[in-house]
C-alpha cells in the first residue's frame, strides 16, 4: 500500500502564490499516476494535475485547463516527493487539495480513477 502526506496549504489574497507538497511512502513501485485532486464546498471532486512516468523515470504532466498556465506540477523523486506551485490564485481556486494516486494504467484526468488519497490539505484564496 502506499501512504500520502500533504502539505503546504493556507490562506493567501487574490494574485498571490503557494506551493503544495506530497510526499509518498510505502510500495511507491505500484504508482502509474500521482496528482492533485481539489473539491470545494458543494461541487464535485475536479481534477487539477497530474505526472505519469515512463519506464526510464521520464515524466509527464497532466493539466486542466483551468489552472493550465498558472500551476506548475514537478517532481524531485519519481514516485516519491511532487510540488505543487500555484500562482494568481483566484477566489475559485479554494478548495480542500488532495493529492492522489492511481496504480493502473487509466484515464488520469478522471478523478475518480485514483485509488490512494492522502488526508487534504486546504487552500484558501481570499482578501
Known amino acids: 500500500q502506499v501512504q500520502l502526506v500533504e502539505s503546504g496549504g493556507g490562506l493567501v489574497q487574490p494574485g498571490g502564490s503557494l506551493r503544495l507538497s506530497c510526499a509518498a511512502s510505502?510500495?511507491?513501485?505500484?504508482?502509474?499516476?500521482m496528482g492533485w485532486i481539489r473539491q470545494a464546498p458543494g461541487r464535485e471532486r475536479e481534477f487539477v494535475a497530474t505526472?505519469?512516468?515512463?519506464?526510464?523515470?521520464?515524466?509527464?504532466?497532466y493539466y486542466d485547463e483551468a489552472v493550465q498556465g498558472r500551476f506548475t506540477i514537478s517532481s524531485v523523486n519519481p514516485k516519491k516527493l511532487i510540488y505543487l506551485e500555484m500562482n494568481s490564485l483566484q477566489p475559485e481556486d479554494t478548495a480542500q487539495y488532495y493529492c492522489?494516486?492511481?496504480?493502473?494504467?487509466?484515464?488520469?484526468?478522471?478523478?475518480?480513477?485514483?485509488?490512494?488519497w492522502g488526508q487534504g490539505t486546504q487552500v484558501t484564496v481570499s482578501s
Open positions: 510505502g510500495r511507491t513501485e505500484s504508482i502509474y499516476a
Open positions: 505526472l505519469t512516468w515512463d519506464a526510464w523515470s521520464e515524466s509527464t504532466a
Open positions: 492522489a494516486v492511481a496504480t493502473r494504467f487509466v484515464l488520469v484526468t478522471n478523478p475518480t480513477v485514483y485509488d490512494i
